[in-house]
């Protein structure tokens, strides 16, 4: 049983350039989440799908963001016109709705730094 | 508006003692899930322990309890015999169950270091 796995790891990149991250959760988990964390701090919600629905947006998603799940199994979130302040770590999460709490299964996390 | 609250930036244990995180919460919904994560340097978080607002135990998992008290609105993780590999950053959560959201709400973590 595989766990949430992110691609990639790590990105670095200039500002103003776009990123885009991707996404994998764990296999029949039809819920999926991204948070971000900035260093010394805790996770911060984005948004939210179930299944191809995106349900919920923080108000952190900003119009320069955008995430997507097209067929209900992977989710890509792109970053456009990054800017210094979007370095952080970028996690996805899955849950399968039945767990008690339904509980949220972390990826390792995409880490961005914007020059 | 939830919030969760964990006091403690940093703690020492030695190897073999038991430590306890504390975790302070506020809500206004009565159906809710606590969370404690671990989130080792390599930046992954590991789900550790649940706790729903209507358990009536105290939840455990292996090492792992959690002493919630509701009426003082705390969810304090417990690890008994620490080991070297339990240094890390733990963080507590919450999900209001009864709003529809989704979203965990997170503290802003305590650093665990395990002496030997």
């Known amino acids: 049983d595989t766990g949430v796995s992110q691609d990639p790891r790590h990105k670095i990149t200039k500002r103003g350039q776009n990123v885009t991250f991707r996404c994998d959760p764990i296999?029949?988990?039809?819920?999926l989440y991204w948070y971000r964390q900035t260093l010394g701090q805790g996770p911060e919600f984005l948004t939210y799908?179930?299944?191809?629905?995106?349900?919920?947006k923080s108000r952190l998603l900003s119009d320069r963001f955008s995430a997507e799940r097209p067929k209900g199994s992977f989710s890509t979130l792109e970053i456009q016109r990054t800017e210094q302040g979007d370095s952080a770590m970028y996690l996805c999460a899955s849950s399968l709705g039945s767990e008690p709490g339904d509980t949220q299964y972390f990826g390792p996390g995409t880490r961005l730094t914007v020059l | 508006a939830q919030k969760i609250t964990q006091t403690q930036p940093g703690m020492f244990v030695q190897e073999k003692e038991a430590v306890t995180l504390d975790c302070t919460y506020d809500t206004s919904d009565q159906s809710y899930g606590l969370f404690w994560y671990k989130q080792p340097s390599s930046g992954e978080m590991i789900f550790l322990i649940y706790?729903?607002?209507?358990?009536?135990q105290n939840a455990t998992e292996g090492r792992y309890s959690l002493n919630f008290q509701k009426a003082r609105k705390s969810a304090n993780l417990v690890i008994s015999a620490s080991q070297l590999g339990d240094s890390a950053m733990y963080f507590c959560?919450?999900?209001?169950?009864?709003?529809?959201?989704?979203?965990?709400?997170f503290g802003s973590g305590t650093r665990l270091q395990v002496q030997p």
């Open positions: 959560a919450m999900r209001e169950l009864n709003t529809g959201r989704r979203a965990l709400t």
């Open positions: 799908f179930q299944n191809e629905a995106q349900l919920e």
């Open positions: 296999s029949e988990h039809n819920r």
């Open positions: 706790q729903g607002s209507y358990d009536e």
